[in-house]
């Protein structure tokens, strides 16, 4: 909740995106376009998931370091996107996919 908010109250991660988007129609013309593209990835229990996986392949990922681009997500999705619509809807797609135990265990902390 505290990074993606909900429909009445967006946060962090959709204010950015949506930034991005108003940033990127303002400045894009017929010699400079940009390329958007958002990979969705869940960390639970040391374990690196892809959560936008079209094969839903549920194997962890490994993170490895390249020399000069820094740290990464080995065989992460990355999937092209042209507006934040398509960001929220592939979101919701891989909020699907999330491990459902750290959900339970808050939702029994709020019933107490």
Do not use: W
Request: net charge positive; with cysteine; glycine share 4%.
């Amino acid at each position: 909740f505290s990074m993606m908010g909900n429909a009445d109250q967006r946060v962090l991660i959709p204010r950015l995106c949506c930034s991005l988007f108003q940033r990127v129609s303002k400045v894009e013309s017929d010699t400079q376009t940009f390329k958007v593209e958002v990979s969705y990835m869940e960390i639970y229990n040391e374990k690196v998931r892809d959560l936008l996986d079209p094969k839903g392949n549920r194997q962890p990922l490994k993170v490895r370091e390249h020399k000069v681009l820094g740290p990464y997500v080995d065989g992460l999705s990355q999937l092209a996107v042209t507006n934040f619509e398509d960001i929220e809807s592939l979101m919701s797609e891989g909020n699907k996919s999330r491990t459902v135990a750290a959900t339970n265990m808050k939702d029994r902390k709020r019933t107490r």
